[in-house]
C-alpha cells in the first residue's frame, strides 16, 4: 500500500519559485518532489500564476507581510478593510501611535459611516486578522522611526541658537539643557502598529 504524503502548504515565497522554476522549463513532476507536494498542487499553481503573482505585487506594495501568507483569501468586509488600511497607512505617515483598542474604534465608526454591516464586531479577532492581512506589527514608541527626522531638527537647532543669542540676548548662564520630558496626557500608548516597511 502506497504512504500517505503529508500535508504540505506552500508560502507565497515558495510558490513564486515554483512559477520561476516552471517558467524555466522544468517539469511539474521534477518540482512536485523537490517540494513535497503532489504534481497537481504544481499544476495548479502554474494555472493560478497570474493571480498569485497579482496578489503578491498588491500585497508588497502595501507593505504587506508575503513570508507568512499562504493563501489569497481576503476580508470579509473588503471595503471596511480597505478604508481601515488607508486610514491606518495615512495615520502612521502623520505619525500617530495607534494601538489596538484605537483601530478597533475607528473601524467600527467606519463601519458605520460605510452603512456596513450592523452586525459587524471589531473583535480582538477581527483585529488581529487585519493586522495579519497588512503586516502590522507592534513596536515601542520611543525611538521610533517616524519621530525622528533629523533635516527638521537641525534646522530647528539652528534657529533656536539664532534666536536665544541675537533676539532674546541670554547669557550663557540662562540657558538650561533637558534632555527628555514626559508629558502624561489621557495616557497616551506606549506601543504602536506599525507596518512591517517601518
Request: proline share 2%; hydrophobic share 35%; aromatic share 8%.
Amino acid at each position: 500500500m502506497a504512504e500517505k504524503r503529508k500535508r504540505v502548504v506552500l508560502g507565497f515565497n515558495q510558490k513564486l519559485e515554483i512559477i520561476k522554476r516552471l517558467k524555466k522549463g522544468e517539469t511539474a513532476t521534477n518540482i512536485a518532489q523537490i517540494y513535497g507536494v503532489g504534481r497537481t498542487t504544481v499544476n495548479d499553481i502554474k494555472r493560478d500564476a497570474e493571480k498569485i503573482e497579482q496578489h503578491v505585487s498588491q500585497m508588497q506594495s502595501n507593505d504587506g507581510d508575503v513570508r507568512s501568507r499562504k493563501t489569497m483569501k481576503s476580508a470579509k468586509y473588503e471595503q471596511l478593510d480597505n478604508v481601515m488600511y488607508q486610514w491606518f497607512i495615512q495615520a502612521r505617515s502623520q505619525g500617530i501611535p495607534l494601538s489596538g483598542p484605537i483601530i478597533t474604534t475607528k473601524a467600527g465608526e467606519i463601519n458605520k459611516k460605510l452603512d456596513g454591516d450592523p452586525n459587524f464586531k471589531a473583535s480582538t479577532g477581527w483585529l488581529d486578522k487585519f493586522k495579519f492581512r497588512h503586516g502590522i506589527r507592534q513596536l515601542d514608541i520611543n525611538g521610533e522611526k517616524l519621530s525622528a527626522n533629523s533635516a527638521v531638527i537641525a534646522e530647528f537647532k539652528e534657529q533656536f541658537k539664532l534666536k536665544i543669542q541675537y533676539d532674546l540676548k541670554l547669557v550663557r548662564e540662562q540657558v538650561y539643557n533637558c534632555d527628555e520630558t514626559g508629558l502624561n496626557w489621557k495616557a497616551l500608548p506606549q506601543r504602536t502598529l506599525t507596518s512591517f516597511s517601518e
